[in-house]
């Protein structure tokens, strides 16, 4: 994990998109603008985070608020995101947990309408900052979707375009030692090291969420967000994202959205309840699996809602 600060450059300098907007684009075939202006700070006074104890995290946000349109769809989240835990968010559809997932590295500017106002510092740093280059800030804050969505390009080139674009490989062997590297920690290496030229598309859907994962560690990431990573995969696939979720604790921080509260409870350290809009409760997720504080998650968690 590096702690060096990337270069501030503003968004409208650098020609091309962060893995993630790529990654989204793939996805759902367009990206619409950004709006960096529209993060302006919220005009609620702020609430202190949630402490569950620890070093400092290395995220905070601190009342968040996201808004589409005039509907507030998130109303004051303060959350911490820690280097060496894994946090979920969980809640009934609808209550905002990717909504705020995508505030944790901006992707929100890519929604037309979308404002967020707060503060979410990294490592200390306010990320919602007009200034803040966000193409950095999402190789520095990486991301996987629900759908796993390989570019429509070779195994190797899904994993070796954020190092091209964000120029860190000097040439051809140390890009494939990033490649290597990235595919290894993915558990992804033995299956494709002998088709790295094939598409990426023709793996199958669980090698695609790991090649999706292999593209974000690419980056040299601090944070990883991953946003029901394991929905559109088999419980064999799932288990095995699990697992790697479990290996890639304590390299970076990992921030997980789930509709599953065995997976929450099974992959994460800590975990936030969401509830139409409102973080109700975070905390250690031992804590809130057994003995929540709040009846909302009392509720939730033995399946009254949701
Ligand atoms: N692009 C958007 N434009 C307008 N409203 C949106 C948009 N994305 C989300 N919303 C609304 O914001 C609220 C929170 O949605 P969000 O997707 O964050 O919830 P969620 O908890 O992740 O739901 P799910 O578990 O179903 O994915 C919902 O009311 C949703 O309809």
Redesign the pocket.
Known sequence: MTDEKQPILTNSTVPFPSVAVAAEAARDGAVTGTEPDALASGDAPARQPDQVGGPEPKMRATDVR?F??Q?E??KGVSIEVHDDKVTA?I????????????CLNRMNDT????RVTGTILLDGEDITAPEMDVVQLRARVGMVF?KPNPFPKSIFENVAYGPRIHGLAQGKDELEAIVEKSLRRAGLWEEVKDRLAESGTALSGGQQQRLCIARAIAVDPEVILM??PCSALDPIATAKIEELIHELRGRYAIAI?T?NMQQAARVSQRTAF?HL?ELIEYGKTSDIFTNPREQRTQDYITGRYG
Do not use: M
């Open positions: 996201v589409y349109g509907k769809a998130l968010f809640g009934p559809s609808g209550c905002g947990k990717s909504t705020f997932l995508r929604i037309a309408g979308a629900q946003d029901e959205v509709h969401f809009g």
